[in-house]
Nanobody, 131 residues
Framework: VQLQASGGGLVQAGGSLRLSCSAS????????MGWFRQAPGKEREFVAS?????????????VKGRFAISRDNAKNLVYLNTVYLEMNSLKPEDTAIYYC????????????????????WGQGTLVTVSS
């Protein structure tokens, strides 16, 4: 599957952005989806993940209450194949390249937090939060 992330940009602290990640595979509902980020000079870190069912969602502590992950598998028989990351109350420390990822690990309610559990990665979208 190919993943295309978009929605990044420059925003002031306290502002909001909505990232989108579209998948090329119409069997999108088969994938666990996650968002990761990598800040300059730092290792890539987990941000959020959502299970195939959408019932299990996980966040890194630093974004809880500010970020929300969601997914659109299909609507009205139209394959939307998109996962979103709504980011509110942004802080300068949220500045990073954000990557979406897809996992084929089994489990209807599995939502992985380790990057090693993800099989496919998008190209990343840059989020810059100014103070």
């Amino acid at each position: 599957v190919q993943l295309q992330a978009s929605g990044g940009g420059l925003v002031q602290a306290g502002g909001s952005l909505r990232l989108s990640c579209s998948a090329s595979d119409s069997a999108f509902s088969n994938y666990v989806m996650g968002w990761f980020r990598q800040a300059p000079g730092k290792e890539r870190e987990f941000v959020a993940s959502i299970s195939r069912s959408g019932r299990r969602i996980r966040y890194v502590d630093s974004v809880k209450g500010r970020f929300a992950i969601s997914r659109d598998n299909a609507k009205n028989l139209v394959y939307l194949n998109t996962v979103y990351l709504e980011m509110n109350s942004l802080k300068p420390e949220d500045t990073a390249i954000y990557y979406c990822a897809a996992s084929l690990r089994p489990g209807w309610d599995y939502a992985g937090i380790e990057s090693s559990s993800y099989d496919y990665w998008g190209q990343g979208t840059l989020v810059t939060v100014s103070s």
